[in-house]
């Protein structure tokens, strides 16, 4: 049974910085071989796409965050980190970790994504 939990949302001022965490547990196949995403969604919008890595460290990100946030993991804990600097108000959203075999030119689609977390809010005043 897979798991996400994420955590470190919180509320901060703009300019601030925190950093989210996603640890995942239960996979059947090796943690490593998933890509692993960000999704953010605010109420009564649409989920949007954040940023992706793979098991090859490829990152990718929306061009809103791009320069501010930076996707990385660390396998040996199977955690996934969103370092999130310089946060504007309109990053105020509920934060979501997804997991997949999702080939990198689709890490975009949350459709292609198998596993979700519960989410962790993030406030930025």
């Known amino acids: 049974h897979v798991q996400l939990v994420e955590s470190g949302g919180g509320s901060v001022q703009a300019g601030e910085s925190l950093r989210l965490s996603c640890a995942a547990s239960?996979?059947?196949?090796?943690?490593?071989?998933?890509?692993m995403g960000w999704f953010r969604q605010a109420p009564g919008k649409e989920r949007e796409w954040v940023a992706s890595?793979?098991?090859?460290?490829?990152?990718k990100y929306t061009a809103s965050v791009k320069g501010r946030f930076t996707i990385y993991q660390e396998h040996a804990t199977h955690t996934v980190y969103l370092q999130m600097n310089s946060l504007k108000a309109e990053d105020t959203v509920m934060y979501y970790c997804?997991?997949?075999?999702?080939?990198?030119?689709?890490?975009?689609?949350?459709?292609?994504?198998?596993?979700w977390g519960q989410g962790t809010q993030v406030t930025v005043s």
């Open positions: 239960g996979f059947t196949r090796t943690r490593s071989s998933y890509c």
């Open positions: 890595i793979d098991s090859y460290k490829n990152r």
């Open positions: 997804a997991a997949g075999l999702v080939r990198f030119e689709s890490v975009t689609n949350d459709d292609r994504y198998n596993y």
